[in-house]
Every structure is written in structure tokens, then in C-alpha cells.
């Protein structure tokens, strides 16, 4: 590319189409945090009034605390873990001369395309015939299981990315693979491992169908959204909970793809 | 995807003398190393992905007793779906919507994926996170913020009594299978995005200046060179939407009210309510048989028509 070809000229209705997409694509999300700050429990237009109100409603509700740092150590926990399983797999499956890569990636991948649905009533299974009681341990096992393949998919372009022999030179140099790894490797795979703990984070922050077959008596964040849904008076407050949970999203979502895209050759512009 | 793999062969780096046989072996076979990197994850997937999946062909074979099983195997749960009409009935549903949902996002993530391809020269980056930001957050709010738009007391129903235009709230648009399929269609564009850029930006440009130097205008060259070179990612998009979306849960319960009711709701309920687990199961083997059966009966008729062109 770089250089322009004549073959695509400008082309405006394109430029209006792409447009018209992304504000489509955004309005629905962005209406959340517009009524939230709406003063009247009817989520309609004309807006009534400009209220923080929901936001200390939610303030208080201990319930929602709870909820949420289940969330947190959740996702932290599952994000170190499918994180660490990920530099692993990546520096293997790009490292060294596998046989059968091919299909071992397409492996990992699997679970990005079974449905979650099928993978909670799976494992739910499992666990009730291993007698395993169902509790945030459990949701974290599947968890880890849909996170690792993002973890590998975000960290092998940024182990492709940089020169294997700059590790070889650390070898060659008489350091032993363990300090090869911690002084030459990990610091040039840092961002996409930084890329990787957020984005693990954040897809176990936000998962619901797995914690909702798997969570038992427990409550991560998604799922005490889902049991206040039922109550149309609590709407309002729970339009405030998801302004913050798509705001904290959007910034580590934001951040780590910005992170992946960095130092990865962008010309290939791979599907991270 | 960049293939490069692995460096060429490395020389041997310089052998410290190290105790124990096990490190020396992993020094000196290099694939052994890899082998043992790759294990942790490895061993997780194979748990993970096998031991649930077998688990649940055993219950499929099951039925309920009471609070327990009847583990003597049986195919009364599948000659239950195969004889009963409403798992027919709501499967072939399941298939048509989140068809119907894949085709659309395709049409119309489609010109999106072309426009950053080709048409964005710089900021290519920010566009494509632009794309696919909305994707990452939460699944459940992105549906839910869809039930507040269409909503009975949602954004255009009440909007729309507010300043006197009806009466009373438009049934139509909540709680119907155009409200699930305009859902899935705006919840799963970035999975349409993502694979169909990525094949259009591997097209050779060399090869659409040829087909303009050969005198196709730019619609002959789109269906002629742009459109059969890019059509792998177009079928990779197609794969990441329908296989997921025919078992949403989510999405139906909260938009799709009876009338939109799908596969993934039945097959909770029999975990939830109706407390039969192994029908529940063989509900989910079914699923995922007849999906892949519909994909790969897409694929065959697209090579027959290839083959025949």
C-alpha cells in the first residue's frame, strides 16, 4: 500500500456509509449512559432533568459491592492464570519447530467457537458428576478455558514480532534459559502480555452465560445485572452500574488492542 | 496471519555443563522444549474441552429418575426430539434467525471491512479498534441497551407517545424475532469486520490494477477479483456468527418474548425448570450437530457451484 493506486479513487457515499456504521454501532451503547443521568425512571426522550441520583443509589447497595469485587478477583485471577498459559503456548508454538502446528492452534482456538451455552451446561455437568459444588471456582475453570485462546491469539504476533536471536545472543552469552527469559524475553513481550491481562480481564469482567449456569448461590457483576432486571424500578440505577462497567471496559479494551497493534507489523493487519 | 515460523536452525549455543538428564535432553532436542512449553496449556484445553464434552454425550443417553438419573443408556431423549414437534420446531427457528442474522451482518459489515481496507489510508489502527471496541464490553449490556431502545416503555415507544404521534407502545418492535435478529446483527458485527478485512487487505493490488488495465470497470473488477478473493474471510465471518448465535441464550430472553423463543432457551430450562438434564444435554448435541450440518451443506452446494462455473 502506502503508495496511492489509482485503482481506488475517493469515493463519498463509502465515507457516508462507514459513518452512518459507527454511529449505529455505538448509539445503542451510548444511550446507557446518557439515561442514566436522566432524572425520570422512563428511559424516553425528551430527558427530564440532569440527577446523580442512581449513582448514590448505587453507592450504598452492598449488594452490588459484593457483586462486583467477586467480578474483580475473578477476573484478576483468571486473567494471571490464561495469561501465564498463554506466554507458555505462544513462545512454544512460535519458538520452536512444532510438528502439527497447524492443527494444535486450531485446537486452542476451539472454544471461541462452541457455543457458550453449550460449554456452561458441559462443564455444569462435569462438576455435578465430579461432586464439585458450584461457586466462583467453578465459573473461573471456565473461564480460563474461553480467556486462553484470546491470551494466545493477543501474544504470538508480539513473539512473531521481534528477532529470535536476539535470545540466542542471550544463550550464546552464557545465560540459562530461565534468565534469558526474564531479561531478554519478558521485557520485549511485555506489552502483549500487559495487552493480554487486560483483555483476559475484561472478557471473564463481562461474561454471563458460563457464571450463569456455573455461579451456584454466588454472584459475579453480570449476574446480579441479570436478577435485577426483573424489577423495572431498579432500571435506572442499573443504567448507572453498566455506564461504569462499559467505561472501565472501554479504556482497558482500548489500551491493550492500542498495545497489541504497537510494534506488530501493521501492515498484516491481523485480526489479534 | 504472518507465517513465520520459528527461526531457521540455531546454532548450538554454547553447552554449560548442567546436572541432571532431563535438562540435558531438553538441551539438546529442541522440539522436546517446545512440547514441554506448550503442555500446561495444552493439558488445560484437552481437560477442558474433552472431559465436559464426553460427559455430556454420556447424560445424553440418560434419563431422569426423581431427583437422580437412570444411567442405563437410551435414546429416548433423541427420539423425544426427533418425534416431538416443538424441538423441531424451535431448532429450524434457531437456524433461521441466526441465519438470517449472519447474512445481514455479512451484507452490511461487508462495504465497512472495504472501506477500512481500501479506503483508509492513514489511522488505519484507530479505525479498526473503533470497530471493534463495542464488541469487548459487556455482551449482556450490549443486548440490554437494545431492550431499552425497542422496549415497550423503551426510547421509541415511549418517545413516540410522548409527543403524541400513538397511542399506545408498538408491540412489533419488542419481543419478536426481528427484534432478536436486529440484536445479534448489531452484537456480533465486529466477529463480520474483523476476518473480512483481514482477507481483503491480503488481496495483491497489482492484481486490481491488471483487472482496471484490462478494462474492467470497478463493478466487474469488485465481482470478479475483489469479491472470489476476499469470499475466504467472508466464509470465516459467517463460521464465527451462526455457529455461536444459534445457541444464544440472552439475546431471546430478553428481546424475543414467545414468538422469538430459541434453541438455548429450552435447553436452559431443562437445567433450570423443567430439572431434566439429560434432555437438556441431548438438546445441545443436537444443536451443534445441526449447525455444523447446515455449514457444511453451505460449503458443499458453494464448491458445487464453484465447480460448476
Redesign the interface.
Known amino acids: ?1 502506502g503508495t ?5 479513487r ?2 463519498p457515499a ?2 457516508i ?2 459513518w452512518a ?2 454511529a ?3 448509539a ?2 451510548l ?2 449512559p446518557l ?1 442514566s443521568f436522566n432524572s425520570s425512571t ?5 430527558i427530564e432533568g440532569f440527577t446523580t441520583e442512581w449513582y448514590g443509589a448505587l453507592w450504598a447497595n452492598s449488594q452490588m459491592w459484593t457483586a462486583l469485587w467477586n467480578s474483580v478477583w475473578l477476573g484478576a485471577i483468571v486473567a494471571v492464570i490464561s495469561t501465564a ?2 506466554v ?2 505462544a ?9 502439527a ?1 497447524g492443527p ?1 492452534i486450531g ?2 482456538m ?10 456452561g ?6 462438576m ?2 465430579a461432586g464439585i459444588p458450584l461457586s466462583l471456582f467453578t465459573v473461573g ?1 471456565g473461564h ?2 474461553i480467556c ?1 485462546p484470546f491470551a ?1 491469539a493477543t501474544l504470538m ?1 508480539r513473539f ?1 514480532g521481534f528477532d ?2 536476539i535470545e ?1 545472543a542471550s ?2 552469552l ?1 545465560e ?1 534459559g530461565w534468565w534469558t527469559f526474564w531479561r531478554v524475553t519478558f521485557p520485549l513481550v511485555f506489552p502483549g502480555i500487559l495487552a493480554s491481562l487486560m ?1 483476559t480481564f ?2 471473564s469482567f ?1 461474561e ?2 458460563m457464571a ?2 456455573l455461579a451456584g448461590t454466588e454472584q459475579s457483576l ?1 449476574i446480579y ?2 436478577n435485577q ?1 426483573r424489577f ?1 424500578e431498579r432500571l435506572p440505577m ?2 448507572a452500574l ?1 455506564t461504569i ?2 467505561a472501565i ?2 479504556v482497558l ?2 489500551f491493550s ?2 498495545l497489541t ?1 504497537l510494534g506488530v ?2 501492515k ?4 489479534a | 496471519m504472518t507465517e513465520v515460523v520459528a527461526s531457521a536452525p540455531r546454532g548450538e549455543p554454547l553447552e554449560i555443563p548442567r546436572p541432571g538428564r532431563l535438562s540435558a535432553l531438553l538441551q539438546r532436542y529442541e522440539i522436546l522444549r517446545g512440547v514441554v512449553l506448550l503442555s500446561p496449556a495444552m493439558a488445560v484445553m484437552i481437560a477442558g474441552m474433552l472431559l465436559p464434552f464426553l460427559v455430556l454425550v454420556v447424560m445424553s443417553f440418560w434419563t431422569p429418575m426423581g431427583f437422580d438419573f437412570n444411567t442405563d443408556p437410551s435414546f429416548k431423549n433423541y427420539s423425544d426430539i426427533a418425534t416431538q414437534p416443538i424441538y423441531g420446531a424451535l431448532l429450524s427457528r434457531s437456524l433461521w434467525m441466526s441465519g438470517a442474522a449472519t447474512v445481514i451482518t455479512v451484507l452490511l459489515c461487508y462495504p465497512m471491512a472495504y472501506y477500512v481496507a481500501f479506503h483508509v489510508k492513514r489511522h488505519k489502527t484507530l479505525w479498526l479498534i473503533l470497530m471493534t471496541l463495542p464488541f469487548w464490553t459487556s455482551y449482556l449490556l450490549r443486548v440490554f441497551a437494545w431492550k431499552i431502545v425497542l422496549g415497550y416503555n423503551g426510547m421509541i415507544n415511549a418517545s413516540l407517545t410522548g409527543i403524541g404521534l400513538i397511542d399506545a407502545p408498538l408491540e412489533f418492535l419488542l419481543y419478536s424475532q426481528t427484534a432478536v435478529v436486529i440484536t445479534l446483527t448489531h452484537a456480533w458485527a465486529a466477529f463480520a469486520i474483523l476476518p473480512i478485512y483481514v482477507s481483503l487487505e491480503k488481496i495483491d493490488r497489482s492484481l486490481l490494477e491488471a483487472a482496471t488495465d484490462l478494462g474492467d470497470g470497478p463493478w466487474a473488477r469488485f465481482f470478479r477479483v475483489t469479491l472470489p478473493l476476499s469470499m475466504p474471510g467472508v466464509i470465516a465471518a459467517m463460521l464465527l456468527i451462526f455457529i455461536p448465535t444459534v445457541g444464544d441464550y440472552v439475546t431471546p430472553a430478553l428481546l424475543g418474548g414467545p414468538d422469538g423463543v430459541m434453541i438455548g432457551n429450552l435447553i436452559q430450562l431443562q437445567f433450570g425448570p423443567a430439572n431434566n438434564w439429560p434432555m437438556g444435554a441431548a438438546l445441545a448435541l443436537v444443536m451443534m450437530a445441526s449447525t455444523a450440518g447446515v455449514f457444511i451443506a453451505t460449503k458443499l452446494v458453494r464448491s458445487a457451484l464453484e465447480a460448476r462455473i
Request: proline letters at 7%; aromatic letters at 16%; charged letters at 15%.
Open positions: 500500500m496511492a493506486s489509482y485503482v481506488n475517493e469515493s463509502l465515507k456509509y462507514a456504521f459507527v449505529i454501532l455505538y445503542p451503547i444511550l446507557l439515561f422512563y428511559i424516553a426522550f425528551p498459559l498463554g507458555l503456548a513462545k512454544a508454538l512460535t519458538r520452536y519447530r512444532l510438528p502446528r494444535i485446537f486452542m476451539l472454544p471461541l467457537v462452541v457455543p457458550g451455552i453449550v460449554f451446561v458441559a462443564l455444569l455437568i462435569l455435578n458428576r475453570i480460563v478455558l486462553t494466545i504476533p512473531e529470535a536471536s540466542e544463550a550464546d552464557g540459562n483483555l475484561t472478557i463481562d454471563f452465560i450463569f449456569f453480570p445485572i441479570w432486571l423495572p442499573v443504567l453498566s462497567i462499559i471496559s472501554f479494551v482500548f488492542l492500542w497493534r507489523d501493521t498484516t493487519g491481523d485480526a
